[in-house]
């Protein structure tokens, strides 16, 4: 086989809107490529999500069904995917760039002594050897690089909302099943409790409030709560967002984090309020429809990709825009 | 109890927040040119950071790693001046542009050199490539436990038990030591360290010791670069930014009010 192999994620039952990205991705290399286009799944229970999986018209959809699988455990998640990736041996194999991707891509990259390119946001096949070409931001997002690596499987994880989404097509792959030799002593790392938290979904918001270093102190956020109360009046949904570094000095919950390494959005308003505005945060915000800047340094970044600037102490400005917002 | 021995590795890289204005893309090169001050990866800074507070609590003893072709030992001495116990330097022009299975392994032949250890901590990521593979790597080469993105990391008993990010919260895991972990931002920004003590350090006479591949690599040969095949700047960003002026806050204030009543 060389197929082109996806990591499907199954969330709540079904495939989550990342695996449908991939499969774009991967439907597009495998036809450059002329290769099969498959799927592996891995969990406890997941005969529903494979039947989904097979409906997008994959070749092959591969399912890693056993009850230790339940739940993310990185040991015997990798432990199975080395196994198939032997059994499937894939010229090309993608994973999301989420949480799971992150772990199992440079692990299993080694185990199977092949390079892995994370959060990609392009793939291609280089016409003069075949060789993947993978895309992806460096420097905070302050350079694209293009690298190409020897090695198979070729490996790269894949930034979610960057790839179109594949459709649903007549005609089914065929299900394959493999059987994952795991055991519990496999289990290096011990899961001792899960801890949901009540977690903001910034990438629903309409308005977010943004604070970073600059708002010199934790109480900071409290001014913004007010102006994000004034602006849900006539906003619709308004959350608070912020910088990493706001985050580091723990001022707030890094699921408020926007950025690289926090959440990558498109609000019709962005209000950034005492944040300079590094890479890694802009390339979270950037797409913002308008941007709207206060910061007391004129030079800072924030101001070179807004729309409209305030430059001035948010301490004293936002106060009297609370006042006149009411107005409104 | 016995003493914890800590290995961080940690990273000098650019200031990964330098304005805009002084990075540019040596296309031709295939280089990001970054006109600002090295610093330490922020990542790693919080790794240090979280090293440090176990060593609040325990018995402990952390050295830093840096690898590069060539690293300063005055942007490294910060992790002395912070509290770490001892800085190791891995220089080697053989180091430039390394993949990350090269640079874990790398590590993985230091820390083998230097023998005892209890936990290894890495940023997430680094801030120039941003890959986020290295950690992960290493604690497989040496066949470790291994904990991806921590927010909080404490030791007990001969484990560690981390809070690890996963979406919608976090998971509580444990492990037995020798382990590795890397480190997310949640776990705190590293202490603040006075200017008596940073210049005390930068002065200080203690020599850093150096060691080169042929010190302790053991499969040179074998270290591969990252296969970069173009690189390029990104799609301008840049919008033109209308200043809302005033004489005073007020003013502003009431323009910026404006803005918000035309964009509703």
Redesign the interface.
């Known amino acids: 086989m060389s197929d082109v192999l996806i990591l499907g994620e199954v969330k709540e039952g079904s495939l989550d809107m990342r695996t449908l990205e991939l499969l774009g991705a991967g439907k597009k290399l495998a036809g450059d490529l002329g290769v099969d286009l498959s799927v592996v799944l891995m969990g406890d229970s997941i005969s529903g999500a494979a039947g989904e999986a097979a409906s997008y018209g994959p070749d092959r959809v591969y399912k890693l069904e056993h009850p230790l699988l339940k739940g993310?455990k990185?040991?015997l998640w990798l432990k199975s995917l080395e196994q198939a990736c032997k059994e499937i041996n894939p010229k090309i194999f993608l994973m999301s760039h989420?949480?799971i991707g992150?772990?199992l891509?440079?692990?299993l990259?080694?185990?199977l002594n092949t390079?892995?390119?994370?959060?990609c946001i392009d793939l291609s096949i280089d016409p003069e050897d075949g060789l993947l070409?993978r895309t992806?931001?460096?420097?905070?997002?302050?350079?694209?690089?293009?690298?190409?690596?020897?090695g198979e499987p070729q490996l790269a994880t894949v930034r979610g909302k960057v790839f179109e989404p594949v459709e649903a097509v007549e005609g089914k792959g065929e299900i394959v099943d493999i059987v994952p030799e795991i055991d519990e002593s496999m289990v290096?790392?011990?899961?001792?409790?899960?801890?949901?938290?009540e977690?903001i979904a910034l990438d629903k918001a309409d308005v977010v409030v943004a604070g970073g270093s600059g708002l010199g102190e934790e109480d900071g956020f409290e001014i913004l709560q007010g102006l994000s109360r004034a602006?849900s009046k006539?906003?619709g949904s308004v959350m608070i967002g912020c910088s990493?570094?706001a985050?580091?000095?723990?001022w707030i919950?890094?699921d408020h984090?926007v950025g690289?390494?926090g959440s990558m959005i498109s609000p019709?308003?962005y209000v950034a309020v005492g944040i300079?505005?590094?890479?890694?945060h802009?390339v979270g915000m950037?797409h913002s429809k308008?941007?709207?800047?206060i910061n007391t340094d004129?030079?800072?970044?924030m101001?070179?990709?807004?729309?409209?600037?305030?430059?001035?102490?948010y301490e004293?400005?936002?106060p009297?825009?609370i006042?006149?917002?009411e107005?409104? | 109890m016995k003493e914890i021995r800590i290995i961080i590795c940690a990273k000098e890289i650019p200031d990964p927040e330098a304005p805009l204005s002084d990075v540019s893309v040596d296309a031709e090169r295939m280089e990001v040119i970054v006109d600002a001050p090295q610093v330490i990866s922020p990542f790693d800074e919080n790794a240090l950071e979280a090293a440090l507070r176990i060593k609040e609590d325990t018995e402990a003893r952390i050295t830093v790693l840096s690898l590069g072709k060539k690293v300063s030992d005055t942007v490294l001495r910060k992790s002395l001046a912070a509290g770490a116990d001892e800085l190791i330097l891995l220089q080697d022009d053989a180091f430039e542009k390394l993949d990350s299975h090269s640079i874990a392994s790398a590590l993985a032949d230091a820390i083998r050199k230097i023998g005892e250890y209890d936990l290894i901590l890495t940023g997430r990521q680094a801030g120039d490539w941003d890959s986020g593979q290295v950690g992960m790597i290493l604690g497989e080469i040496l066949g470790l436990p291994c904990i991806n993105l921590a927010r909080e990391i404490k030791v007990e008993d001969g484990n560690v038990l981390v809070k690890k990010n996963i979406p919608g919260g976090y998971e509580q895991v444990r492990a037995r030591m020798p382990a590795l972990v890397t480190v997310s931002n949640e776990v705190g920004e590293l202490r603040y360290i006075s200017r008596t003590k940073m210049l005390k350090m930068l002065r200080g006479a203690a020599s850093i010791p150096s060691w080169r591949g042929e010190d302790f690599v053991s499969g040179r040969e074998e270290l591969q670069k990252m296969g970069i095949v173009e690189l390029s700047s990104p799609p301008d960003m840049r919008r033109d930014c209308e200043f809302l002026d005033g004489a005073t806050p007020d003013e502003k204030a009431e323009k910026l009010a404006a803005v918000f009543k035309a964009l509703r």
């Open positions: 993310f990185a040991d989420s949480f992150m772990e891509g440079p692990r990259a080694c185990r390079r892995l390119t994370t959060d070409l992806k931001p460096v420097s905070g997002g302050n350079a694209i690089s293009v690298f190409k690596c020897p290096k790392v011990e899961s001792l409790e899960i801890v949901k938290e977690v602006l006539s906003f990493r570094v985050v580091d000095k723990g919950s890094s984090q690289l390494t019709d308003i300079s505005g590094a890479i890694q802009l950037i308008k941007i709207i800047a004129p030079n800072c970044n101001f070179k990709v807004a729309d409209y600037g305030v430059v001035e102490d004293k400005v936002i009297v825009l006042e006149k917002l107005e409104l």
